[in-house]
């Protein structure tokens, strides 16, 4: 090479890094998926604002009585179970815990009553899975421990009408809209290049119906139990082979009530 090509190339020129199109792929995928989580938990937010709002905001009907009734206040345990669609876990199920708080207005009571509820439900579950992957070209599998931590949270309003028989005995049935926000975190124990990190966020819209009877125990306090439904778009599916729950259905209820 020439001494005057030489001095054509800057000296200080700095080196460039090699950056591959998977890693290029790999940090626009970070990206955004930041992004998504962070639209929807403003979304999340946004929206349960505007719900408590209209629910806080909801007076007394016209023929409402002037008399002020008593609010029924409950303290709630929800179980159900959640399936995991994937040929590969060991587990297929998911049974989940919802602890929550709901309050029942009535407009009228008496032998029949109604009026408008609202509450919320959260769960907050940890499990570990094992998944069955095979191993590459020599045709074998590995199993793999899968770590999940899910978090669900839904806010829920209706209206309900009851019946009160006698003193002690309550049966009453509610329905509404609901929000709920989901994440779900799954970490593998061991790393094959193929199984990794993944965390996923979701918020939808979805109704519930349920119905459920009261025993009283004391004057302004009871127990009682019942079942929940619910249907919603909120599901979450895995791009590394570890699943897909999809979060509906039913849920068996237990309370403690307390009139206020």
């Known amino acids: 090479m020439s001494d005057s090509y030489r001095n054509m190339i800057p000296k200080n020129q700095p080196r460039r890094s090699r950056v591959t199109v998977k890693d290029a792929h790999i940090l626009k995928n970070i990206q955004a998926a930041t992004n998504s989580r962070k639209m929807d938990t403003m979304r999340f937010f946004i929206q349960l604002l505007a719900l408590i709002a209209i629910i806080a905001g909801t007076g007394y009907p016209a023929f409402c009585e002037d008399e002020e ?64 992957s095979s191993a590459g070209s020599s045709g074998g599998t590995i199993r793999v421990e899968i770590d999940n931590q899910l978090f669900l949270f839904d806010y829920f309003g ?29 970490e593998p124990d061991e790393n094959d290049g193929e199984i990794y990190d993944e965390t996923e966020s979701r918020l939808s819209a979805g109704l519930y119906g349920r119905a459920g009877i009261e025993v009283a125990i004391i004057e302004q306090m009871s127990i009682g139990g019942g079942i929940r439904a619910i249907t919603t778009g909120l599901d979450f599916s895995s791009d590394n082979s570890a699943g897909e729950i999809k979060v509906e259905g039913p849920q068996v209820f237990f309370n403690l009530s307390f009139k206020i």
């Open 69 to 132: 009734l008593p609010m029924n206040c409950q303290v709630m345990v929800s179980l159900m179970e959640l399936d995991e669609d994937s040929p590969d876990l060991d587990k297929e199920t998911y049974d989940v815990t919802f602890y929550g708080a709901a309050a029942q207005k009535p407009f009228q009571k008496d032998v029949f009553e109604y009026g408008i509820e609202t509450g919320a439900n959260v769960c907050m579950e940890n499990d570990t899975n094992v998944l069955s």
């Open 158 to 186: 209706g209206g309900y009408v009851a019946v009160n028989f006698a003193k002690r005995l309550r049966l009453y049935a509610g329905a509404g809209p609901l929000l709920i926000y989901g994440r779900w975190e799954h």
